[in-house]
């Protein structure tokens, strides 16, 4: 597991971020450069700065990741100003998942006859590291109410068992 993240983290070239504070070892260095040559051309990410790249490593590797980002935004202490900014958008700024999968977890979570009485749902309205929220129209009786509903990201109870 702690290669796997290390893989991660020097593809992505987060570790510049790293560096940048902390002055790690030669044999640390060479280490990271190794596990982190990749086949993959990273060209249109050679601009970004070490806090985006870190950002964005952070968020692909997922939740519990995202939420290690949002604690090190609140200290600029510990990673600098330039780092605590970048990672701040992890704390409100996370891609929503796929409206189709949101349906799914819907399904699965209320049944299919409680599922077909939700009328319209809509696009997320907002999207954290742990859930998202949609407006939807549901069926009451003889008429229909308009609600916010909570979907939980994909898998996300599995991380946290």
């Given at each position: 597991m702690l290669f796997k993240i290390g893989r991660k983290l020097s593809t992505s070239g987060a570790l510049t971020s790293i560096y940048e504070i902390y002055n790690p070892p030669a044999v640390l260095k060479i280490f990271f450069f190794i596990i982190g040559l990749s086949l993959?051309?990273?060209?249109?990410e050679k601009n970004?700065?070490?806090?985006?790249?870190?950002?964005?490593?952070?968020?692909?590797?997922?939740?519990?990741?995202?939420?290690?980002?949002?604690?090190?935004?609140?200290?600029?202490?510990?990673?600098?100003?330039?780092?605590?900014?970048?990672?701040?958008?992890?704390?409100?700024k996370l891609p929503a998942f796929d409206l189709s999968d949101a349906k799914n977890i819907l399904k699965d979570e209320l049944g299919e006859n409680n599922?077909?009485?939700?009328?319209?749902?809509?696009?997320?309205?907002?999207?954290?590291?742990i859930a998202q929220v949609h407006f939807a129209t549901i069926n009451v009786g003889e008429g229909s109410k308009k609600v916010a509903i909570k979907i939980l990201r994909p898998n996300i109870e599995e991380i946290f068992n």
């Open positions: 993959e051309d990273k060209k249109n970004l700065s070490s806090g985006v790249k870190l950002c964005n490593a952070l968020q692909n590797m997922g939740t519990t990741f995202i939420k290690l980002g949002q604690f090190l935004a609140t200290r600029p202490d510990i990673i600098g100003e330039k780092t605590s900014k970048e990672l701040e958008k992890l704390q409100d599922f077909n009485k939700i009328i319209d749902i809509s696009k997320p309205i907002a999207a954290a590291s």
